[in-house]
């Protein structure tokens, strides 16, 4: 057996085994020593991947360009009919008002209020009962002058606003404020 493969060895058959194994070991070598994503937009000639190429449903709309994308686009269509007017919400804030330290409304929709006999204690009553609405208050002025630092506090009283105002230091203080009423 040996001697019929010697007969059969000429120079042609093993360098066209050898060139063989050199093309195949060649490309075993990229596939198993190329680093993942090495290959990139760089190392790809221009028109070397057609659709046949790209997966089905594989791109996304990120991956086409700019112009591409306005390409696909149609163009836009009539206006269509005018839909129904949906109702009016009420409004969140319907009270609020500004008070002064002396307990003066100076500005919003109050209707009574103003300091209850106590240093930083005031009642703020509106044209209804505002006992189930949510109330807030902040320290302020109305004449742009500095408040000085300190805490408010606001109650239901009566179907009013009750609102104490303290110093930082937590002693009653005659303050300025503003109060909001949401229904």
């Known amino acids: 057996m040996s001697r019929r493969i010697r007969d059969r060895l000429t120079y042609a058959n093993v360098i066209a085994t050898l060139a063989l194994f050199v093309a195949l070991g060649g490309s075993s070598y990229a596939a198993l020593k190329l680093p993942r994503d090495s290959v990139g937009s760089a190392q790809i000639r221009s028109g070397a991947v057609a659709s046949g190429e790209v997966k089905d449903r594989s791109l996304q709309l990120r991956d086409i360009s700019k112009t591409a994308r306005a390409g696909l686009a ?43 006999g106590g240093v930083g204690s005031y009642n703020v009553g509106f044209a209804q009962d505002v006992s189930s609405c949510v109330y807030t208050a902040t320290l302020g002025s109305t004449d742009r002058s500095d408040v000085p630092p ?23 203080a005659d303050l300025p404020f503003h109060l909001i009423v949401a229904c």
């Open 74 to 116: 149609g163009k836009q269509g009539p206006t269509g009919p005018q839909g129904l007017a949906g109702q009016p919400g009420a409004p969140a804030a319907r009270f609020f008002a500004a008070v002064s330290a002396a307990g003066q409304l100076l500005r919003g929709n109050a209707t009574s209020g103003g300091s209850v």
């Open 150 to 172: 300190g805490r408010i506090t606001v109650s239901g009283i009566g179907g009013k606003v009750a609102v104490k105002t303290f110093d930082a230091a937590g002693s009653p």
